[in-house]
């Protein structure tokens, strides 16, 4: 079992950039598929990004694909979503998540494919 604690987000302006931090406790992380999804008000859960267990392969959504950059360090058991060229649209609670399973890109941008899950952090892009 693994728990995540997400830190990082705060109130940017729009063109401005953020780094979120995902700190995992108990199971190493490198024994995890990691991911990044996002909740704007009044809106589903969506997949933002995804790093496989080695840090070799990475997804992203078509919408941050080029301003948002996915990362890990193993040893320090955390992931990173670096966050360049911010919009309003790009303002939500954004949670960490983890899963142990195969890397199979396609099933990981979905939420029910993550056994683990982080509190959230805000994010607010406005001028």
């Known amino acids: 079992q693994v728990q995540l604690v997400e830190s990082g987000g705060g109130l940017v302006q729009p063109g401005g950039s953020l780094r979120l931090s995902c700190a995992a406790s108990?199971?190493?992380?490198?024994?995890?598929?990691m991911a990044w999804f996002r909740q704007a008000p009044g809106k589903e859960r969506e997949f933002v990004a995804l790093?496989?267990?080695?840090?070799?392969?990475?997804e992203y959504a078509d919408s941050v694909k080029g301003r948002f950059t996915i990362s890990r360090e193993s040893a320090k058991n955390t992931a990173y979503l670096q966050m360049n060229r911010l919009t309003p649209e790009d303002t939500a609670v954004y949670y960490c998540?983890?899963?142990?399973?195969?890397?199979?890109?396609?099933?990981?941008?979905?939420?029910?494919?993550?056994?683990?899950w982080g509190q959230g952090t805000q994010v607010t892009v406005s001028s």
């Open positions: 998540a983890a899963s142990p399973g195969l890397y199979l890109r396609n099933s990981l941008r979905n939420v029910g494919a993550y056994n683990y």
């Open positions: 108990g199971r190493s992380s490198s024994n995890y598929n």
């Open positions: 790093i496989s267990k080695t840090g070799g392969s990475t």
